[in-house]
């Protein structure tokens, strides 16, 4: 049974940092695209940053702009999403997810149905 936990979120000021952690576990992950999401109540959840295991190839939404990384250990079973600059607008509660479907590892909106395992998901919140 594929299992994500999420663990890191906190509350920080602007221009503060948080690294979250996503612990993978319950299959074979060598063929799995993992990605982390975030969602505020009354809105539309949003992809952020995707890695595909194998390769390490990785995609980020427009609106990281750079301030976000996405990486893993592979010898740990972790997923990572680095933030950097974070702005109270980044609050949200944010979620890992995989999906094994192959080819393409995106965070768009009408891609967010190939990720069909979810973490329960930790919450960030920036104060201005």
């Known amino acids: 049974q594929v299992q994500l936990v999420e663990s890191g979120g906190g509350s920080v000021q602007a221009g503060g940092s948080l690294t979250l952690s996503c612990v993978r576990s319950?299959?074979?992950?060598?063929?799995?695209?993992m990605g982390w999401f975030r969602q505020t109540p009354g809105k539309e959840r949003e992809g952020v940053a995707t890695?595909?295991?194998?390769?390490?190839?990785?995609y980020y939404a427009p609106f990281v702009q750079g301030r976000f990384t996405i990486s893993q250990d592979t010898a740990k079973n972790a997923l990572y999403l680095q933030m950097n600059n974070l702005k109270p607008e980044d609050t949200a509660m944010y979620f890992c997810?995989?999906?094994?479907?192959?080819?393409?590892?995106?965070?768009?909106?009408?891609?967010?149905?190939?990720?069909?395992?979810w973490g329960q998901g930790t919450q960030v919140t920036v104060s201005s």
């Open positions: 890695i595909y295991v194998l390769s390490g190839s990785t």
């Open positions: 319950g299959t074979t992950w060598r063929n799995a695209c």
């Open positions: 997810a995989a999906h094994f479907r192959g080819g393409r590892c995106l965070t768009q909106a009408q891609y967010q149905n190939d990720f069909t395992s």
